[in-house]
């Protein structure tokens, strides 16, 4: 089977590549399951130097490998390498940190030594986005390889040829054949590398209907895995929010990537008595964005990634539209591609999809409150739970607030976002595990107890 990659913001082809044959999977998890033993007993300090040689090599083509994914995916220069620059950042802090990270712990006990000790469980199946096609790879890729295990990776269709440019990068740096694998096949094909005895555990970042067949396979086979699924962030203003700085993170969050960003702050649920002031300053701030060449240093919004994605989401604000949602800003797509402007609804109320469902794109929803206790209600009344920030004046308010929140991430005064010394996931159906940090590199081990008597 062909399949097709389109340029987001010309509606060009820009390559085509076939689908893998059975054969092919075969192989490559042949590779893989012949190179875990060899890689799990080289020592931390082996593997945290091709850590290093990996980030070293990610900087030297950061170049190459934005123009890549900005033709793929549609992401702006500047944006994609930033993206560059935190994979390095984080194959260097594993290889840092993983000592502390992976050392025996003593644990007191009756017997002459106790202690828990970390061990690699083998081959996992990484089933990955297209909205971050670098960054969602290494935050679970970085761990993995440095705890010893080996990976396979299932990318989004959209993006095959970065997931070749991530295989060739480690094969520059040296990573052994085998430790990892580039897997292009369809979600069918998927189930079936799932299933197979060969992989051990599975990671997602994705859909929630994704997370739903993916953890469903997974579970029947019995593996771990872990799910970093959908958002719809409360971005919570309180009335004696600081404006200027509120109002810039709320561009920041809502419209970088062109809002395609699980994280990304999507309600804005603001106490009345700033609302007016903050909505008219947010409305004068989005229209300034430009959408164009995302390889136009002028361009400050990006197109979306496909086409289909801009169609779903013009439908869901019409829909929202049609229930009594009051159009601010934008909300008509571009004539370009898969352009779709800078956008925001206000009135926006439960039973619309503006309210009930993510909007993985540039449409920000306004929900008015009365007071700060209406604002954790609303903040917390979603099926989501990745992420919420609170703006105010007051730190130690904005922290009782965020201590509220129910997500997995809560920020005060600032935007949300990941950073590879924090964990990072959801709660509700945005899914289950964390990456990152400590707990990302003790995801995909075993966990286990030695006690010597």
Same mark, same amino acid.
């Given at each position: 089977m062909t399949v097709e990659t389109i340029n987001p913001a010309t509606g060009?082809?820009?390559?085509?590549?076939?689908?893998?044959?059975? $054969?092919?999977?075969?192989?490559?998890?042949?590779?893989?399951?012949?190179a875990f033993p060899a890689w799990s007993q080289r020592s931390l300090a082996e593997r945290g130097g091709m850590l290093r040689a990996i980030g070293a090599e990610l900087r030297r083509r950061r170049e190459d490998l934005q123009r890549t994914m900005s033709a793929e995916m549609g992401k702006l220069r500047k944006e994609a390498l930033a993206e560059?620059?935190?994979?390095?950042? $984080?194959?260097?802090?594993?290889?840092?940190?993983?000592d502390g990270y992976l050392a025996d712990q003593a644990i007191a006990t009756e017997a002459q030594r106790s202690y828990v000790r970390y061990e690699p469980l083998g081959c996992v199946l990484a089933v990955m986005p297209w909205n971050f096609p670098f960054w969602q790879v290494f935050r679970f890729l970085a761990p993995a390889l440095m705890a010893g295990n080996v990976a396979v990776l299932k990318h989004a269709s959209n993006v095959p040829r970065c997931a070749d440019l991530i295989g060739q990068v480690l094969d520059a740096a040296g990573l052994p054949a085998g430790v990892f694998g580039v897997l292009h096949i369809d979600n069918e094909q998927a189930a079936g590398v799932i299933r197979d005895a060969r992989v051990v555990a599975v990671t997602l970042t994705g859909s929630e209907r994704a997370g739903r067949s993916v953890a469903g396979n997974a579970g029947q086979q019995l593996?771990?895995?872990?799910?970093?699924? /959908?958002?719809s962030d409360a971005f919570v203003v309180l009335e004696d929010a600081d404006l200027d700085k509120t109002v810039a993170g709320a561009v920041a969050s809502r419209f970088g990537n062109a809002g395609q960003t699980c994280i990304a702050a999507k309600r804005f649920i603001v106490v009345e008595g700033i609302a007016d002031a903050f909505v008219?300053?947010?409305?004068?701030?989005?229209?300034?964005?430009?959408? *164009?060449?995302?390889?136009?240093?002028g361009t400050t919004l990006a197109p979306m990634a496909r086409q289909d994605l801009r169609?779903?989401?013009?439908?869901?604000?019409?829909?929202?539209?049609?229930?009594?949602?009051?159009v601010l800003l934008g909300c008509t797509p571009d004539d370009s591609h898969a352009g779709y402007p800078a956008s925001i609804l206000d009135g926006v109320q439960p039973g619309m999809p503006a309210y009930d469902e993510?909007?993985?794109?540039?449409? $920000?929803?306004?929900?008015?409150?009365?007071?700060?206790?209406?604002?954790?209600?609303?903040?917390?009344?979603?099926?989501? /739970?990745?992420?919420?920030?609170?703006?105010? /004046?007051?730190?130690?308010?904005?922290?009782?607030?965020?201590?509220?929140?129910?997500?997995g991430a809560a920020f005060v005064n600032t935007?949300?976002?990941?950073?590879?010394?924090?964990?990072?996931?959801?709660?509700?159906?945005?899914?289950?595990?964390?990456?990152?940090?400590?707990? *990302?590199?003790?995801?995909?081990?075993?966990i286990k107890s030695v006690y010597v008597a």
């Open positions: 060009k082809v820009e390559y085509r590549h076939e689908l893998m044959t059975a $054969a092919q999977v075969d192989a490559v998890l042949g590779a893989a399951q012949a560059i620059d935190k994979c390095a950042d $984080a194959c260097d802090y594993y290889a840092a940190h993983a593996k771990k895995c872990v799910m970093e699924l /959908g958002g008219q300053r947010f409305v004068q701030a989005a229209a300034k964005l430009r959408l *164009g060449d995302p390889q136009d240093e169609d779903e989401l013009h439908k869901q604000v019409r829909d929202s539209i049609s229930a009594g949602a009051t993510e909007l993985f794109g540039p449409v $920000a929803s306004i929900l008015r409150v009365a007071d700060e206790a209406e604002a954790v209600r609303v903040a917390n009344d979603t099926t989501f /739970g990745l992420g919420g920030s609170v703006w105010t /004046g007051d730190a130690t308010r904005g922290e009782r607030v965020a201590r509220q929140l129910q997500v935007i949300v976002r990941s950073d590879v010394r924090l964990p990072f996931g959801g709660t509700k159906r945005s899914g289950f595990g964390r990456e990152l940090a400590d707990h *990302g590199i003790h995801e995909f081990m075993n």
